[in-house]
């Protein structure tokens, strides 16, 4: 489930979309394959794994946006952090 709002700056033309995303998964068999985000596990059996993160979308002008996003796995799997960002160039 992710929740997101959008705040605007209409004299500057940009807009800041910040996220909270939330995730659970449950393996009811052995071996069953668990991807999420960018955590992966296939081993063992009734595995559970949750995975949340926050981030920011922002709109810098009409064809350009950056978007960053951490993201934190708990449960039956490793519990270290994943950083994303990227950027979008619309021509």
Do not use: C
């Amino acid at each position: 489930m992710r929740l997101t709002t959008t705040l605007t700056d209409l004299n500057k033309n940009v807009q800041v979309m910040p996220w909270v995303d939330a995730r659970f998964q449950k393996e009811f068999s052995d071996d069953t394959d668990i991807k999420a985000a960018d955590y992966h596990n296939t081993s063992g059996h009734n595995n559970a794994m949750g995975i949340f993160g926050a981030g920011i979308n922002a709109t810098i002008a009409h064809n350009f946006s950056l978007n960053t996003g951490v993201y934190v796995g708990t449960g039956d799997v490793d519990n270290d952090a994943s950083v994303q960002a990227g950027m979008s160039y619309s021509f």
